[in-house]
């Protein structure tokens, strides 16, 4: 706030400075023109964070209270439970009923009797609430942060009883209009499109519904680079505003109905991106076709990039916290390269044949958004697809063909013949998509896995980009001395992280519900100790375990010499650790046994203080299997006793780092 007050009063005071004097300043009003930037936008973060709000519940009896919240969406059902967001109105504590705000994550108990429930719904219970807490495993997902960007910071589940339905939105309610749209037409697709592969990825593609899609097929879009057209963005506000104009067209040649067209469109696409979750991405281009379309009909022509400067801004006024969400950033970068790059890397090769001419063009836009978008895309997702070009010259054209005909489904879906037969093309033309995309994944080398850079090395990434880009299209040789000596510290900082990966040793106990997960590692490679059906899994293993092992750029070794396990007992760099998970009987022998770490896994049945008889004990580690309530017990008695604990489902993974 103070940063805020002295840039507003600095730039006042340049302001009424004499013209040549603020020409002389110039770069004292752009710098401190930057300071108002920033300092608004921390102000606004700051404001935006729910928890500096007085109003927050968490504020009021979060522990014993009666909570009446409202469901913000339709539930979601999920392998063991139902889900959905719940905005908190009201809290009863102590006979007093405070108004409040915030929202948190309902978890609903499968269960026959669980009674009707909407967006909408209005609801009562008395629970605590837990907070939200990330899994803390290195290099991991913070879902923590994910959630409270949303103003979502706790959780709670309730069985069919712990609840009960109070109330319901009724009336002209415009989400709830949406989301009943949205249910007519997922009826729709599930009526006339066969296959759940093919009904997951087409109610993603028109209306942005991901809770049917297939994991492993979305894994094969992103491992092949196309994931893009999965998530909702320019690209399909691109075909609804082509299609508005061509339905439009007759009302913009009346010169008495010609103002009703703009109106139209904007409301049309902004509809549009609402019903599909009104994500970072898709608002992005709402708000610049929202801009061309009003100074389209006041026939004045944009630049494209005040254009994208313009809303960025907006968005980020609304919500500054979309500057960390992935699809933002992607979005931007994507949109950005396009507008610089395209042109040049289409003027390299020239075709007479419109449709060579027409497939260049489609790969140059592909090159174009590829060249802003790797670095982030490294950053973010550790992997570069090779063959993106491929992917995207048969999956972007088909795609925005199949959407289409998702539109002409919808249209004709009250005649059902038409429909059924309409529904047919496009789950043939969706398996078709989907197999060449399993096609390219199958070629070899198809996918860079397991890259790791830090945010340094993507901005000197992105200043590597801007040198050598500046020379090529600007012919200015300092763009590439710039260039070639970013590189060159960026090769210097990787090799800097490669030594130091190199000399790394550590264990790592992985914060994995119901799982045991250890990892010694030393250098670059890394022995694994834990359940077996966890590195079986996929889906488990690339979200719990891999993001830790890209950080630490490490790769499993065979080699028995890194890690010696006798019974319980694993020696590791000179360190003595004790693995416990069931139970086994204790001899004492008089000297005690040095352990330094002791991890108690499972449900085993045994006393703390029975084991500090036989073993001198540094430290206790509790892993993600073992079950709450014993917990309890067991801290006591590491307290009681003074030995040190490490409860990773509550701090996170635990690591020792062995000099």
């Known amino acids: 706030m103070l940063l805020l007050s002295f840039s507003v009063i600095f730039i006042g005071f340049l302001f009424i400075l004499p013209l040549f004097r603020r020409f ?48 913000d ?44 429930l909407d967006y909408g719904s209005t609801i009562i219970f008395y629970k605590p609430l837990q907070e939200i807490k990330s899994a803390g495993n290195p ?39 949406l989301y009943s749209f949205r249910k007519k037409l997922l009826n729709i697709f599930r009526n006339n499109i066969k296959g759940d592969k093919e009904l997951g990825l087409s109610e993603a593609l028109l209306i942005g519904y991901k809770d049917d899609l297939d994991k492993s097929l979305v894994q094969s879009y992103s491992n092949t680079g196309v994931v893009h057209i999965i998530a909702i963005s320019g690209m399909h506000l691109a075909l609804i505003y082509w299609l508005l104009n061509l339905l439009l067209k007759p009302i913009s040649k009346s010169r008495k109905w010609r103002w009703l067209k703009p109106i139209i469109a904007v409301i049309v696409l902004w509809l549009f991106s609402l019903l599909t979750g009104a994500s970072a991405s898709v608002l992005r281009a709402a708000v610049m076709f929202s801009f061309i379309v009003v100074a389209d009909s006041l026939s004045r022509k944009t630049s494209v990039y005040n254009t994208l400067a313009a809303s960025a801004f907006c968005l980020l006024c609304y919500n500054p916290y979309w500057l960390w969400d992935v699809g933002f950033q992607l979005s931007y970068a994507a949109v950005l390269s396009i507008v610089i790059f395209m042109q040049p890397i289409y003027n390299l090769l ?24 790797t670095p982030l895309s490294i950053y973010h997702f550790h992997q570069f697809p090779v063959y993106f070009f491929l992917t995207n010259l048969v999956a972007v054209p088909l795609s925005s ?3 289409l005909g998702e539109i002409l489904l919808c249209s004709v879906s009250f005649i059902p013949s038409v429909a059924l037969l309409t529904g047919r093309v496009l789950t043939w033309l969706i398996r078709l998509m989907n197999d060449y995309v399993g096609l390219i994944e199958s070629l070899p080398a198809s996918l860079w896995d397991s890259m790791e850079i830090s945010s340094m090395q993507a901005i000197l990434l992105f ?18 001395i710039i260039g070639l000596i970013v590189l060159l510290l960026f090769f210097a900082a990787r090799s800097f992280s490669f030594i130091a990966a190199q000399q790394q040793q550590k264990i790592v106990v992985y914060n994995v519900p119901q799982r045991t997960a250890i990892d010694f590692i030393r250098g670059r490679n890394y022995v694994f100790y834990g359940d077996p059906e966890l590195e079986a899994d996929d889906f488990a293993r690339n979200f719990h375990l891999k993001p830790a092992r890209v950080a630490n750029r490490t790769s499993p070794t065979s080699s028995t010499n890194e890690v010696f396990i006798c019974n319980r007992v694993i020696n590791f760099r000179e360190k003595r650790i004790l693995l416990v998970d069931s139970a086994f009987s204790l001899q004492n022998g008089g000297s005690k046994f040095d352990i330094d770490l002791l991890i108690i896994s499972k449900n085993p049945k045994l006393y703390v203080a ?22 309890t017990y067991w801290k ?23 000099n």
């Open 350 to 373: 020239y075709f007479k044949n419109k449709l060579l001419d027409s497939i260049w063009k489609l790969n140059a836009v592909t090159l174009a958004a590829q060249i802003l978008t």
């Open 24 to 71: 002389k300043l110039g770069w004292l009003d752009g710098a401190t023109f930057i300071l108002l930037l920033v300092s608004f936008g921390a102000l606004l973060a700051w404001h935006k964070d729910i928890r500096h709000d007085k109003k927050w519940f968490a504020n009021y009896c979060s522990g014993n209270a009666f909570v009446i919240g409202t469901l």
């Open 139 to 177: 290099g991991g997902f913070d879902y923590k942060r994910y959630n409270l960007f949303q103003q979502v910071t706790h959780q709670v589940y309730l069985k069919t009883g712990e609840f009960k339905v109070i109330g319901k939105i009724r009336g002209g309610d415009i989400k709830g209009l």
């Open 463 to 480: 200043l590597a980009i801007s040198g050598i880009s500046l020379w090529l299209l600007q012919k200015l040789k300092a763009g590439l």
């Open 73 to 116: 969406e339709p539930l979601v059902e999920k392998s063991r439970s139902l889900k959905a967001n719940v905005v908190v109105k009201y809290i009863l504590c102590n006979g007093e009923k405070l108004n409040v705000n915030g929202k948190i994550i309902l978890y609903l108990k499968k269960d026959s009797s669980l009674p009707a």
């Open 636 to 658: 006591r008695d590491c307290d009681s006793l003074h030995i040190p604990y490490h409860d990773v489902s509550e701090k996170g993974a635990f690591v020792m780092n062995i």
């Open 610 to 631: 029975k084991l500090q008889k036989v073993f001198n004990i540094k430290e206790i580690v509790f892993d993600g299997s073992v079950p709450f309530w014993k917990l």
């Open 401 to 403: 063909v199949i959407v």
